[in-house]
């Protein structure tokens, strides 16, 4: 059975596939997208909308989006994550609804709650004016049937951060300044409606041009693809792709525990409260929502995708890094460009399959095994997982962590709430391991598989990885090489 989920992401990893595919073979112009939109809605009758113009627009639009282009109404936005407005227009406009339940009652109580005069009598029972009605629910409270029903629109129920508004004609619209490119929202979207950008198109032509292209694989990557694709697996049909090499990005989890657990250790001392700095939406939520936070108390360490592409460029110079995850947020933590050193491109799960169905590559077990990272870095990806191993690091240390009070924030309303007690100084805890996705890296937006299916392929093959000490490891790398701090600081 193709849920319909699966039938959304097929449609949206087509276009990728195909466009793909033309930068492949040199054929990336105006002529042939157009040719390419006919292909994929072909006509007369629609498939999906009400007419075949309006699924050819939609394609057009996605296709600007797998180019790593805006959509073309909304030329100068400098967001990552992008609404396709063709495609959002079969939401109701009004988030509360009177129901057929509705008994047309005489004691009207829905009308008597009412203060703003958004409720009349219909013909048959009653109505709510949308362009009257301020959404508080009296209404709803009211009413002896429950008639009235709350019609939230699952975009704006994902959103953590309260960016999602619409406009009169009932088109979702993102707030830039309070979005945190957590990507929520994209999959949340019954009708397709959001995307972000994709890099694909750029990355095929470095590879093209014979620049030294690195994958860097996310600790989350491990279990996405079954327990028999390895690590080494994936490296060796990263190749035949055409990448150069990979690292797994577990290894740069060890390079920011050691450093975030330094400036834990400083700052238990000092008795300031800290904030891990690894999750790139709940970076954008300090940022953006808790400015103060940001700046007084967030961990000054770079993530591991800057890490590893910091190590990469310091050891390999003129290579192009890719980070490969589950994660839409990285994507604009790649593009902040105030810190020096990050990724080049970031690709997200869907993406690779997409890039790999149009080389015709697939992944298959492999008789050499690659790590390069302690278990501890691998296990980054999960919720815990970042405190978990910064603790490690302070105890191989010998530092005495029994007092150290950890909160573990995963979700965005645990993260938001978190930050909230922070602010107004009534937080318990020393130190806040924030992941805006439920249950970390793994529970991603763009996570390949179900969560319950990845986390037991990916247990059984951390239970093949070996027992190395986090600052044990790092011996064996140049870290005076490069920068682990934030502003690429020595």
């Avoid at 627009?57 to 909304?74: D, F, G, H």
């Avoid at 309260?162 to 406009?167: C, F, L, N, Q, S």
Wanted: proline share 5%; hydrophobic share 35%.
């Amino acid at each position: 059975m193709v849920t319909n989920d699966e039938s959304m992401n097929r449609f949206k990893h087509n276009i990728m596939e195909q466009v793909c595919r033309l930068e492949w073979e040199g054929n990336n112009d105006q002529e042939h997208i157009e040719q390419l939109i006919l292909d994929i809605i072909p006509g007369p009758k629609p498939s999906y909308r009400c007419c075949v113009y309006k699924e050819r627009e939609i394609v057009r639009q996605r296709i600007n989006l797998a180019m790593a282009k805006n959509p073309s109404y909304n030329p100068d936005s400098q967001n990552i994550v992008q609404v396709i407005d063709p495609a959002c227009d079969e939401c109701p406009i009004a988030a509360y609804s009177v129901t057929d339940n509705c008994r047309f009652c005489m004691g009207k109580a829905c009308l008597n709650s009412c203060k703003f005069g958004a409720i009349t009598p219909g013909d048959t029972h009653m109505h709510i004016d949308p362009a009257k009605c301020k959404e508080c629910g009296m209404c709803a409270n009211a009413c002896p049937y429950n008639a009235i029903v709350h019609l939230e629109r699952p975009c704006k129920k994902a959103c953590p951060v309260g960016a999602i508004t619409y406009d009169e004609y009932g088109y979702c619209k993102i707030d830039e300044d309070k979005c945190i490119q957590c990507g929520h929202c994209i999959h949340s979207c019954p009708f397709a409606a959001i995307g972000s950008k994709t890099f694909l198109v750029d990355i095929i032509k470095d590879i093209k041009a014979g620049k030294e292209v690195i994958a860097m694989c996310a600790p989350a990557t491990e279990g996405q693809f079954g327990d028999d694709i390895s690590m080494g697996s994936i490296k060796e049909g990263l190749k035949r792709l055409g990448f150069a090499d990979m690292v797994e990005v577990g290894l740069g989890g060890d390079m920011t525990a050691a450093y975030e657990s330094a400036e834990w250790a400083e700052a238990y001392k000092e008795g300031r409260k800290m904030t891990t700095s690894c999750c790139p939406a709940f970076i954008n939520m300090l940022k953006k929502h808790f400015p103060d936070q940001y700046r007084d108390n967030m961990s000054t360490t770079v993530s591991p995708m800057c890490a590893i592409s910091r190590y990469l460029k310091a050891t390999r110079p003129g290579c192009v890094t890719v980070f490969i995850g589950p994660c839409i947020a990285k994507k604009s933590e790649a593009q902040d460009k105030t810190v020096p050193g990050n990724a080049d491109y970031v690709v997200t799960y869907g993406e690779l399959r997409a890039l790999m169905r149009s080389k015709d590559v697939k992944f298959g077990p492999v008789s050499n095994e690659y790590q390069e990272s302690s278990i501890w870095g691998k296990r980054f990806a999960t919720s815990g997982g970042v405190a978990n191993a910064v603790i490690e690091c302070m105890q191989e240390r010998g530092e005495d962590t029994s007092g150290i009070k950890l909160l573990r924030a995963a979700g965005g309303n645990e993260c938001k709430k978190a930050l909230t007690l922070l602010k107004v100084g009534r937080l318990p805890e020393d130190f806040i391991e924030g992941m805006v996705c439920p249950g970390g890296c793994v529970g991603g937006p763009s996570r390949h598989r179900h969560i319950s299916e990845i986390t037991k392929a990916r247990e059984n093959l951390l239970s093949k990885a070996d027992d190395r000490k986090v600052l044990e490891n790092l011996k064996n790398y140049p870290m005076d090489k490069f920068s682990m701090h934030r502003d690429g600081i020595s």
